[in-house]
């Protein structure tokens, strides 16, 4: 744990806390909306972003104000194990248990970015890495029915731009061969871990063996392997398959049926920075690629992402295009990929934020 011992006893401390309401209507149709914490200390002002994806969580949240019980002068590991106590949904019923991870990396990323200005420092120099260019992908549905347009108008603002697309077994023939044909398709999220979920795909064995056959350089995410038909439509092409949505540990890595090449490490998925920055030491001790994903982060989460893709993931397919080009029609002016993430020189965030 070289990474973690890194900042784990960094000092820290936190006078009290603040939340900001964020919110925006989104392409999909509903309202996003994520909370940020904001961990005040030492003349210091540290930031992170809730990306609990259920409203009414995050306004409970917000309607009970600061109550949790952060106060105090810690080392960053002595709060993360007292974060780890807590119940940071003040007894809520849950439609996800993932989302006590999301809460509680709101929560450490804030106290990161905290005790790194506290200290006078960044994340990168403490770790003595440089941050790096980033390459993203664009991350997109196809619609309901499905067409190519969430694909070709993107591409006729930003034509260098790369997608990672929710493949659905609704997809036509022709709306594949259009794809195909684009050229900018790095890979297919199948969503075969979902279970319960408002983005359950249901499982289709033939539509896996033909995407996998059909985009012979594309990552093919979260199959559900659970379904034998879909293991053997997948075997040939195992080399491929990489995760998101069970990713939560290493231990989860190696829980897989099929070991990937790469993986996705979303840090709000991971909770704790200890867990994320294991994964990290883990993927680069056993040659394992990685890229980063994002939660629909509103705020300075995303930038925190970028920044955790620029330090250790820099050179892969990162699911966190900068905002605007989650609309269809993204306005002229966005940072394209390989995109500079302009770190702060003190703390853990872009300059932007």
């Known amino acids: 744990m070289a990474l973690y011992d890194a900042i784990a006893e960094l000092p820290l401390k936190i006078d009290g ?71 940071l949904f003040e007894g809520r019923t849950l439609a996800q248990e993932a989302y006590r991870g999301y809460r509680r990396w709101g929560l450490e990323s804030a106290a990161l970015d905290l005790a790194l200005r506290q200290a006078g420092t960044s994340l990168h120099a403490l770790l ?3 941050p ?13 029915p499905p067409t190519l347009d969430p694909v070709t108008r ?50 289709d064995p033939a539509f896996y063996r033909r995407i996998a056959e059909t985009f012979p350089d594309a990552w093919l995410e979260d199959p559900d392997l659970d379904d034998e038909e879909a293991f053997k439509a997948l075997a ?3 080399d491929r398959i990489t995760w998101d949505a069970p990713i939560h540990s290493v231990d989860d890595i190696l829980a897989r049926k099929v070991i990937p090449r790469t993986v996705n490490l979303k840090p709000s998925r991971f909770g704790s920075v200890k867990a994320l920055f294991a994964a990290y030491e883990f993927c680069e001790q056993r ?67």
């Open 236 to 238: 040939p092409f195992q």
């Open 17 to 87: 806390y603040s939340l900001q309401r964020l919110s925006r209507m989104v392409s999909s149709g509903f309202e996003r909306v994520s909370t940020v914490f904001v961990l005040e200390g030492g003349g210091e002002t540290g930031k992170g972003e809730d990306v609990t994806y259920d409203a009414e969580d995050q306004e409970a949240q917000i309607a009970a104000g600061p109550v949790l019980e952060l106060a105090g002068e810690w080392t960053f590991d002595a709060f993360s194990e007292h974060l780890g106590t807590l119940d």
């Open 287 to 353: 040659g394992m690629g990685a890229y980063g994903g994002g939660q629909y982060e509103l705020g300075v989460g995303r930038g925190q992402v970028q920044m955790l893709a620029a330090i250790f993931h820099p050179n892969a397919p990162n699911d966190i295009a900068p905002g605007g080009y989650d609309d269809l029609d993204p306005e002229p002016g966005l940072p394209e990929s390989p995109l500079d993430v302009d770190p702060a020189p003190v703390g853990f965030r872009r300059n932007v934020d």
């Open 128 to 130: 003595g890495r440089e």
């Open 154 to 203: 993107r591409l006729a603002r930003y034509p260098s731009i790369r997608f990672k697309l929710d493949g659905t077994p609704d997809w036509s023939d022709e709306l594949i061969d259009g794809l195909v044909k684009t050229g900018a398709v790095d890979s297919i999220d199948f969503k075969g871990a979902y279970k319960g979920t408002v983005v359950d795909v249901d499982t």
């Open 132 to 144: 790096q260019p980033v390459t993203f992908v664009v991350s997109s549905r196809m619609g309901d």
